[in-house]
């Protein structure tokens, strides 16, 4: 078995990530985000084999006892190959739904990692197939532009240079150079939406990942193009009061409209931000010309949006 990957995909990967994010003269780490599965095994490979100073963690959440040896067998993979490696563990408790929580944690704790060690950007092994079960999950969620953009190929200091590649690629890279990856059982726990989806997926072959994926990079494109022309419209359209916000919507498309009331928000603070069927609800309420309050904010409909902080709630009883 050979310990590296072909020389075709070396370069293919260094040219997707390039593509994304091109790294800095100083010559800092990039950091890897390794669990152990074939996915991030493949991308800790070609990493290694294209970028000149790589270092890696492995995050144990706790959730299961087999976590910790999964954590082991990572660091032992990297020390064969002389690249720094850290467990990273996670001391708190699941609160609310396991999968946000777990991937909060995650996240948090890679950051963290991170600006320690000083990484240029942290990168991630999401593929094809993970961008296709996420646009439908968000399709069934009636996400708009930004929902079904998905995963994004950079996110602040995040990077996934391997959105172009399929799964099963990158398990015969890892196979092929004699690996055995970490195999979660989570990842078929029909418990979970994302593993259901996933098993419909397998079923079919009309849903191609790779067209999914480009789909998703140029609704990403279109996402920030609109909050581009948002935030130049808002500098004439958003008039500051001693109160609040005013907003004059009849001019614009509806989708502008809804983005520069959400900015509205954002701008008063509000807390937490507002999503799904919650912003729905607001700009119906907004159109029919009605007063609602969201997130701590007071909005008025009308020909103008009004937007200011609501009055705390007296206590009962008070004067």
Known sequence: MQSVPPDQEIVRFWNDFYAIFRPDESQRPVGICVSGGADSLALLLLAKAALPHVIAATVDHGLRPEAADEARFVAGLCAERQIEHAILTIDSAPVGNVSDWARTQRYQALQQWGLEKGVSCLMTAHHADDQLETMVM??????????????????GNIVRPLLGWRKSTLEEIVRSCGIKPVDDPSNRDDRYDRARIRKSIAGTDLLDPIAASRSAAMLAET???????????????ITATETGLVFNSTALPSELRRRIAMLCLARLGAFPPPRGAAVERLLA?????????LAGI?????????????????????K
């Open 138 to 155: 968000r399709l069934n969620r009636s996400s708009g532009v930004g929902g079904l953009a998905a995963i994004r190929a950079r996110n």
């Open 223 to 237: 996402d920030a193009a609109l909050d581009w022309t948002v935030l130049h419209l808002a500098d004439r359209m």
């Open 285 to 293: 309420a907004l159109y029919d010309g009605k007063t609602v309050t």
């Open 298 to 318: 007071k909005c008025c409909g009308g020909t103008d949006w009004k937007f200011s902080p609501a009055k705390p709630r007296r206590k009962i009883g008070s």
